[in-house]
């Protein structure tokens, strides 16, 4: 159990375009979803996390207006890198943390994102 | 800002070794994870001590916590090729999860 995807697992746009990015947990409901960033041979950044029901809250730095976040139901967050330049290509990585349980993340496999 | 510090950033063994990596953080924990993260791929969770436990096993993992010092270590025993991949640990809270800045762990035949 507590298995989370994400979709795509890779993809490939032109600078100025608007990427969408998907995570679902499978098997379990997630009130809480999180979203970092990841550069090569680096550590995950948290980017936001997600709350569904409410609006994500932000690390300082990330630019909310860039990266939209919606957690429209208990297993679905989205990522929206709008206007993407290559500046903002990377591995994104969403987690979900299970509906009362405690400290541990549930790691989805990861998107690779490549802006031209 | 890291929360962990791990070193080694790299260590290479060969099958059949015992691997060590370290993790030290800054500020007081309730617990203390360490993940796996296979070349471009998510995280998998490997064990998670909590404050009061100096130990932990599972399976080939060995964990200690060393509060006083701050630190934490993973040892891998009897390593395998399939070990290889990047290791990290986070310490944080249920809102907010740090990472370490990790060790790549490189087991060759």
């Known amino acids: 159990g507590a298995v989370v995807s994400q979709h795509p697992s890779w993809v490939i746009c032109k600078s100025g375009t608007s990427v969408k990015i998907e995570c679902r947990s499978l098997?379990?409901?997630?009130?809480?979803m999180f979203w970092y960033r990841q550069f090569p041979k680096q550590s995950l950044m948290l980017m936001a996390t997600?709350?569904?029901?409410?609006?994500?809250?932000?690390e300082q730095g990330v630019e909310k207006d860039k990266f939209l976040i919606n957690h429209a139901s208990l297993t679905l967050s989205t990522l929206t890198v709008t206007s993407a330049h290559p500046e903002d290509s990377s591995f994104y990585i969403c987690?979900?943390?299970?509906?009362?349980?405690?400290?541990?993340?549930?790691f989805g496999p990861g998107t690779r994102l490549t802006v031209l | 800002s890291q929360q962990g510090e791990e070193d080694p950033q790299a260590l290479s063994i060969q099958e059949g070794e015992n691997a060590t990596m370290n993790c030290s953080y800054k500020?007081?924990?309730?617990?203390l994870q360490w993940y796996r993260q296979n070349s471009g791929r998510g995280l998998v969770h490997l064990i998670l001590?909590?404050?009061?436990?100096r130990e932990k096993h599972s399976g080939r993992l060995r964990v200690t916590l060393d509060t006083s010092k701050k630190s934490s270590s993973l040892l891998i025993t009897a390593s395998r090729a399939a070990d290889t991949a990047s290791y990290f640990c986070?310490?944080?809270?249920?809102?907010?999860?740090?990472f370490g800045t990790g060790t790549r762990l490189q087991v060759t035949l």
């Open positions: 987690s979900a943390r299970r509906t009362g349980g405690y400290n541990e993340q549930f």
């Open positions: 098997d379990f409901q997630a009130t809480t």
């Open positions: 997600s709350n569904e029901g409410s609006k994500a809250t932000y």
């Open positions: 500020t007081s924990i309730n617990n």
């Open positions: 001590i909590r404050s009061n436990e």
């Open positions: 986070a310490t944080g809270t249920a809102s907010k999860l740090t």
